[in-house]
């Protein structure tokens, strides 16, 4: 196939974003799932959207290709042109110029009869091979735009008549829609709003811009319109670890966001697995809306419930509750450590021992989720213990290897002592 920078299927150009970027790294002869060929069409595709952040690596393996995008000096998120490189057929590219020149204005208002036939004596008339365009493809077209609110139709007798809605004036929300463009959950929106201005002044920048989550918009758009009218989806979840898609209905229930690492998750109840799970959203694909879910609303109910025991994204309520507890020092002049328990301890609940300690405990459905978290506090942990023994022990031992890492040796119930001396 003939290379192009337009794209009929968004998922394709996903796919290999998500490799060159996400991923990562691969170079022509790694990536495997399709043809050298394809490999080639589809850099050089992202290169036509991407080229000043495109970069290469030359190793023993090849050519490796990926992205470098330092956040610190990019206002507005790069990845969104990929968004905006629709295909279409010159039909539809010459009906929808002219739809709009014939509808100028809101004061103008056509039937379909009207519309066809000035397409065809004031503007096809002219060519030596005339493009022909039906009163039904005329038809779905403002059907089509009438769903999208570019235009409206109003009913008088048996004539339906069309105009084009009024602009919306949004030139003195510039800064508004310049945040919600890289901080909002659907932001290539806001992306598409400012491309109606010739210029914008940058005002923001950010310390975290995750901007691969412009990879996910069309994806998170299905899913709140499913959740919005109480819908099942049906995807396809990719596993990273066996390359293995799997089709799975679902009940979609609440978007999830991270703030620690900005990774969105999708909390859903599986039909084909009869359980609640929670998917990431850069693993689903060929999402399609399904019928009507009666019991949506006891579904998210339940989930909202369990949201009370979950510390991250696992929700597996066939397994019973954790419980981790740990014992924090609080030394002299910290007692910004006690105000950052409180601040952090999502689900679980922190008790003031006395001046110098505090006691953080919680029921969470895997307790190994706050491992990361709990390394934090290394050096001030005067005791912990968890349910999950096994999670207990691997715990220690990460501990025990710090303690070798450090050349500091003895008994794992001295660490904290002498790690917070080093402190």
């Given at each position: 196939?003939?290379?192009?920078?337009?794209?009929?299927?968004?998922?394709?150009?996903?796919?290999?974003?998500?490799?060159?970027?996400?991923?990562?790294?691969?170079?022509?002869?790694?990536?495997?799932?399709?043809?050298?060929?394809?490999?080639?069409?589809?850099?050089?595709?992202?290169?036509?959207?991407?080229?000043?952040?495109?970069?290469?690596?030359?190793?023993?393996?090849?050519?490796?290709?990926?992205?470098?995008?330092?956040?610190?000096?990019?206002?507005?998120?790069?990845?969104?042109?990929?968004?905006?490189?629709?295909?279409?057929?010159?039909?539809?590219?010459?009906?929808?110029?002219?739809?709009?020149?014939?509808?100028?204005?809101?004061?103008?208002?056509?039937?379909?009869?009207?519309?066809?036939?000035?397409?065809?004596?004031?503007?096809?008339?002219?060519?030596?091979?005339?493009?022909?365009?039906?009163?039904?493809?005329?038809?779905?077209?403002?059907?089509?735009?009438?769903?999208?609110?570019?235009?409206?139709?109003?009913?008088?007798?048996?004539?339906?008549?069309?105009?084009?809605?009024?602009?919306?004036?949004?030139?003195?929300?510039?800064?508004?829609?310049?945040?919600?463009?890289?901080?909002?959950?659907?932001?290539?929106?806001?992306?598409?709003?400012?491309?109606?201005?010739?210029?914008?002044?940058?005002?923001?920048?950010?310390?975290?811009?995750?901007?691969?989550?412009?990879?996910?918009?069309?994806?998170?758009?299905?899913?709140?319109?499913?959740?919005?009218?109480?819908?099942?989806?049906?995807?396809?979840?990719?596993?990273?670890r066996t390359q293995n898609d799997r089709i799975e209905e679902i009940v979609p229930l609440k978007v999830l966001i991270s703030v620690q690492n900005g990774r969105r998750y999708l909390a859903a109840y599986s039909i084909s697995y009869k359980y609640y799970k929670v998917y990431r959203l850069d693993y689903l694909s060929d999402i399609v809306m399904g019928e009507v879910y009666s019991a949506f609303d006891e579904k998210r109910e339940k989930f909202s419930l369990m949201q009370k025991n979950m510390w991250g994204v696992v929700c597996d309520e066939r397994r019973p509750l954790e419980h981790i507890e740990f014992t924090v020092h609080i030394g002299k002049d910290e007692e910004h450590i006690y105000r950052r328990l409180l601040r952090e301890k999502r689900c679980g609940t922190v008790e003031r021992i006395d001046e110098r300690t505090c006691r953080f405990s919680a029921d969470v459905y895997d307790s190994s989720e706050l491992n990361p978290w709990i390394r934090t506090f290394i050096g001030r942990i005067e005791n912990i213990e968890y349910s999950n023994k096994l999670y207990e022990n691997r715990f220690n031992m990460d501990l025990q290897d710090m303690y070798r890492l450090y050349g500091l040796g003895g008994e794992n119930n001295a660490l904290s002592r002498d790690l917070r001396l080093l402190l």
């Open positions: 196939m003939a290379y192009t920078e337009l794209i009929k299927n968004f998922e394709r150009i996903r796919d290999y974003m998500r490799e060159f970027y996400v991923y990562g790294f691969k170079s022509r002869d790694e990536y495997d799932k399709k043809s050298g060929r394809s490999y080639d069409n589809e850099r050089r595709r992202i290169e036509s959207y991407l080229a000043e952040y495109m970069g290469f690596r030359q190793s023993e393996k090849g050519k490796n290709v990926f992205l470098s995008i330092d956040s610190r000096s990019v206002s507005h998120n790069p990845l969104y042109s990929v968004l905006k490189s629709k295909s279409f057929t010159d039909g539809d590219i010459t009906l929808h110029f002219i739809l709009f020149d014939i509808l100028h204005s809101p004061e103008v208002a056509l039937s379909l009869s009207n519309i066809t036939a000035k397409i065809d004596s004031e503007y096809l008339s002219s060519f030596s091979e005339p493009i022909v365009f039906d009163e039904s493809t005329v038809r779905k077209k403002l059907k089509e735009y009438v769903e999208l609110g570019l235009v409206q139709c109003r009913k008088e007798g048996k004539k339906v008549f069309y105009s084009r809605n009024a602009d919306t004036d949004i030139s003195n929300l510039c800064d508004v829609i310049s945040f919600f463009s890289e901080a909002g959950l659907c932001g290539v929106v806001g992306s598409f709003l400012l491309d109606k201005f010739s210029s914008i002044e940058d005002c923001f920048s950010f310390k975290h811009h995750y901007i691969t989550h412009a990879l996910e918009s069309e994806i998170l758009y299905k899913v709140f319109d499913a959740i919005s009218q109480k819908r099942t989806l049906t995807v396809t979840n990719t596993s990273r």
